[in-house]
């Protein structure tokens, strides 16, 4: 290798856990020689092939993509989800944020709706729920129609964006002290509540993903921010206010519904 | 209409009409107060004032009363299910730019503070040594007497300092969390909101705090 960077020495304390039922507890790991143009999980798999190569168990981590836009990676490090850095998932952290000699604790996301499944994997199937209970239209699209043909706003247009880049990676959830998953769940809600195609629905949307959301057992949104600051696509505040706000107009304004034809 | 409030959302509506009860009070609490910096008869007078006036006074309390009331019990309520969703903590706290402010954090000790201030604070002046004086040839209760009292002992007059400043970080993140939990909160005043809150708790708090510094340290000997 003609590459003149040096290398990176760190030591790692990772949260190993067998199963679900087991205890927990952390194991010290040196990840020596790493580049600084690493990303942290082709580090984690640098270590991982050592420890392979002495027949112990590789340490579990969830990865897909690497791209930043799956959501599947997602875990602690120093107590920062996908780590120091704003605006990235822990795919797309590079080696280069850490400093040679740093020690590193790596936890998995910790919430009681997300249990553990094995060292930093988690099971994030409360979110699948959540969006299963209201997260879509239920309308049969058949062709795309002329986008032109469906006027929004540019500022709408531009915040349901904003919110649909949610990937559900569930840092916002690991990040809050209540384990809330109201970043995540208002997203969704401001997402399609912003758009015409969303409008039919929007009521019972709100009612049924937030219903959900309590039924998980996520907690509260105490507004520390935490969840935002953490969140990789800078998935703003204002969609739980949004969430709120259509929670109250759905509460007074939601129609009964009526099974049948006219009775008259 | 029972679902909602007994959803994480519809709790947050209910802990931000309670609250705001209560910041509607300490900011003309306050206010009212600061007619002790004028002349003891005109303190006095206005006490006087607010107690003589039968309805207006227990209208005020009973709605307070509840208000706190509901308060006190939906943040018991919401910090319970919070603790048990989050289950167990991370070794390391969240640092840098992840981190959240520690007034954020720690709003039920704020508020286990501030309960407790209210209470002694009642038992101390409202139930408290009933001097009598005249003003105007009228007989009132002599509250400032009471008070040029209590604000001569160092030790009440420090307690009443840190109450005051938890009651300030305690503020200032509910004034700025009610935008958000009533749903109101908009991208362009994101930036504004934090100073106004702020701008809001240290109003109440430095007004709160000029009364006893005014009478330990001007009044006094």
């Given amino acids: 290798m003609a590459s003149a960077k040096a290398t990176i020495n760190l030591k790692l304390k ?39 190569k002495k027949g112990e168990e590789p340490i579990l981590f969830d990865h897909d993509c690497r791209e930043g836009i799956c959501g599947s990676c997602g875990f602690m490090i120093n107590g920062n ?35 553990i499944l094995k060292d930093l994997v988690v099971d994030r199937s409360a979110f699948d729920r959540i969006i299963k ?22 500022p709408d247009a531009d915040e349901a964006f904003m919110s649909a880049t949610c990937i559900g990676c569930g840092a916002c959830v690991a990040s809050c002290k209540n384990a809330s998953a109201a970043l995540f769940t208002s997203a969704k809600i401001q997402h ?26 996520f907690g509260a949104c105490s507004t520390t921010g935490a969840c935002s600051a ?19 107009k759905a509460t007074i304004t939601k129609k009964e519904e009526h099974t049948g034809g006219g009775d008259g | 209409m029972f679902d909602f409030v007994k959803s994480t959302v519809g709790r947050k509506y209910i802990m931000g009409i309670s609250g705001l009860v209560w910041m509607g009070f300490v900011l003309s609490h306050m206010a009212g107060n600061m007619l002790i910096l004028v002349s003891p008869d005109l303190y006095n007078a206005y006490g006087h004032a607010i107690v003589s006036n039968k309805p207006l006074l227990y209208g005020a309390e009973s709605v307070l009363v509840l208000a706190l009331i509901v308060h006190v019990t939906t943040a018991i309520s919401l910090t319970i299910e919070n603790r048990k969703a989050k289950g167990s903590r991370y070794a390391v706290s969240a640092s840098g730019e992840k981190a959240s402010t520690l007034a954020s954090r720690t709003m039920g000790m704020q508020g286990s503070v501030v309960l407790a201030f209210i209470i002694l604070h009642l038992a101390t002046f409202k139930y408290g040594t009933h001097y009598d004086t005249v003003v105007n040839g009228v007989q009132m209760r002599d509250l400032h007497r009471l008070i040029g009292e209590v604000f001569q002992q160092p030790g009440y007059v420090l307690w009443y ?42 109003i109440v708090v430095a007004g709160f705090l000029s009364q006893p510094a005014y009478v330990y340290l001007l009044r006094g000997k």
């Fill in chain 1, 14 to 52: 990772v949260w190993r856990q067998k199963d679900n039922k087991s205890q927990g507890g952390f194991k010290e790991y040196d990840a020596k020689n790493v580049s600084p143009d690493a990303s942290f999980l082709e580090m984690l798999d640098a270590v991982n092939e050592e420890l392979i």
């Fill in chain 1, 81 to 115: 989800a996908h780590g120091p850095q704003k605006s990235t998932t822990v795919c797309q952290l590079h080696m280069r944020v850490f400093k040679d000699g740093e020690t590193l604790v790596l936890e998995p996301w910790r919430a009681s709706a997300f249990p």
């Fill in chain 1, 133 to 154: 209970s209201g997260g879509y239209i239920s309308v049969n699209t058949g062709n795309a129609q002329d986008a032109n043909n469906i006027p929004i706003p540019k």
């Fill in chain 1, 192 to 217: 399609m509540a912003l758009l015409p195609q969303g409008q039919v629905e929007r009521a019972q949307r709100a009612l049924d993903m937030t219903a959900q959301m309590d039924a998980e057992g």
């Fill in chain 1, 230 to 248: 953490a969140c990789p696509k800078d998935i703003s505040l204002i969609n739980i206010a949004t969430m709120n706000r259509e929670l109250l």
């Fill in chain 2, 161 to 202: 300092v840190v109450a005051l400043i938890l009651l300030m970080f305690h503020l200032s993140h509910g004034a700025s969390s009610i935008f958000q939990s009533f749903g109101f909160l908009e991208r362009k005043m994101q930036k504004g909101l934090r100073k106004f809150a702020w701008t809001y708790a240290i």
